[in-house]
């Protein structure tokens, strides 16, 4: 299995993925050195961040959307480099270090999760509305 843009054509190196609005679950496509597509993801199934076969990120049911293509060869690079970081350190999945955590460090090199942020906003509203009533 590959992951492709919707003309069938492979991603570059680097490339950030995602499956909403099914699954929040997103991560990095890649290439081995050997030419095999790959994915680095924060794995809530393995604990932690993994480097797995695309199947392994997605496999076939849901669609795949495309959230970030690399600027160029370089950046795509970079992005793929630090995230299999994470990998290489063994960083473990938590509520507070998902996914989405470990594409915002490799993208930007900080934590951040757009996912938990909307949970942790509707919860504070809902304490607001439940303390002024």
Request: glycine fraction near 12%; proline fraction near 6%; charged fraction near 15%.
């Amino acid at each position: 299995m590959f992951i492709t843009d919707s003309n069938g054509n492979l991603l570059p190196h680097g490339t950030v993925v995602d499956l909403k609005p099914f699954n929040p679950h997103t991560g990095i496509v890649g290439y081995l050195p050997t030419g095999q597509q790959a994915a680095i993801h924060n794995s809530k199934k393995h604990g932690k961040a993994v480097l797995t076969l695309p199947e392994e990120l997605n496999d076939g049911t849901m669609p795949v959307r495309i959230v970030r293509l690399p600027l160029n060869q370089a950046d795509g690079i970079r992005v793929w480099n630090n995230a299999l970081k994470d990998v290489e350190r063994g960083v473990r999945w938590t509520i507070g270090d998902n996914c989405e955590d470990l594409v915002s460090r490799a993208t930007t090199g900080q934590n951040g999760s757009p996912t938990r942020n909307g949970f942790v906003l509707v919860g504070l509203a809902a304490l607001l509305i439940w303390g002024l009533s």
